[in-house]
Nanobody, 124 residues
Framework: DVQLQASGGGLVQTGGSLRLSCVAS????????IGWFRQAPGKEREGVAY?????????YYGEFVGGRFTISSDTAKNTVHLQMNSLKPEDSATYYC????????????????WGQGTQVTVSS
């Protein structure tokens, strides 16, 4: 079974940083695009950042990121990290790790596999 184990959420003040991690198992890591989505109460789900976990390592970011976040992968540990800096209260949401092919993830925002969420709360 495919499992995506997310961790790293928490409570941080405006301007602070958090690093989310997603450990993948049960899939061939570098065959997939792996990324993060988020959803706040009463709002639609939105894509945050994705990385094509192959030799190209192509990355994609939501427009709202504005250079504040960096996604990276560690193929030796089947792990994707999301470094989030300059956090704002509007970044508060449940963040989900997800995996799929490039069409599923980037074009359709409908990854095949989902992990459990990790809560990010940014206080003002």
């Amino acid at each position: 079974d495919v499992q995506l184990q997310a961790s790293g959420g928490g409570l941080v003040q405006t301007g602070g940083s958090l690093r989310l991690s997603c450990v993948a198992s049960g899939l061939t890591f570098d065959d997939y695009v792996i990324g993060w989505f988020r959803q706040a109460p009463g709002k639609e789900r939105e894509g945050v950042a994705y990385i094509s976990v192959d030799s190209a390592g192509t990355t994609y970011y939501g427009e709202f990121v504005g250079g504040r976040f960096t996604i990276s992968s560690d193929t030796a540990k089947n792990t994707v990290h999301l470094q989030m800096n300059s956090l704002k209260p509007e970044d508060s949401a449940t963040y989900y790790c997800a995996a799929g092919d490039i069409v599923d993830v980037v074009a359709n925002n409908e990854p095949r596999f989902w992990g459990q969420g990790t809560q990010v709360t940014v206080s003002s």
